[in-house]
């Protein structure tokens, strides 16, 4: 077989098709390389996005009276102190992005204090995205944080 410049870039190309074909191959075998969704619901969670930024609205209105934050203990949501806490209900989401496993959902339940104690030894260290839903008197409230353990 002579060697000539076709026949280097018709070699050159199947190098690089195998060296793609590989890393395609690697990211899907491999669990270093998982590929997860955000969400199971995906659509569904779209169909309440107008609902969703209306909620995130009237957590706004609420400015520093609803809030979360991280302290020594572990990650603290608090809610206003005119809302009478045996009405309040709903979920918190907390979201880690780089593993689906530790994802958790915490139903609201608060018996005398306005705040809400999440410990620090429940979350892994890292990023998490915390979402807290719930409704009172009717109303529905949202709020997002991105908190680093």
Excluded: C
């Excluded at 390389?33 to 209306?54: G, H, K, P, R, S």
């Excluded at 957590?59 to 603290?76: D, P």
């Excluded at 958790?104 to 005398?112: A, E, G």
Aim: proline share 2%; glycine share 6%; charged share 20%.
């Amino acid at each position: 077989m002579k060697w000539n410049w076709g026949t280097g870039i018709v070699v050159g190309m199947g190098i690089f098709m195998i060296f793609i074909l590989q890393y395609v191959v690697r990211v899907q075998v491999d669990k270093d390389y998982d590929n997860e969704l955000v969400t199971e619901n995906y659509y569904q969670e779209e169909i309440n996005i107008d609902n969703n930024y209306q909620a995130e609205q009237n957590a706004l209105i609420l400015g520093n009276q609803f809030t979360i934050e991280k302290s020594s203990e572990g990650v603290v949501i608090s809610f206003p102190e005119t809302m009478d806490v045996q009405n309040i209900n709903g979920k918190i989401s907390l979201y880690r992005p780089s593993d689906q496993s530790l994802d958790q959902t915490i139903d609201i339940s608060l018996s005398s204090s306005n705040y809400l104690l999440i410990p620090l030894h429940q979350l892994a260290g890292g990023r998490w995205d915390i979402s807290v839903h719930f409704q009172y008197e009717g109303k529905q409230y949202l709020k997002k944080s991105t908190i680093l353990i």
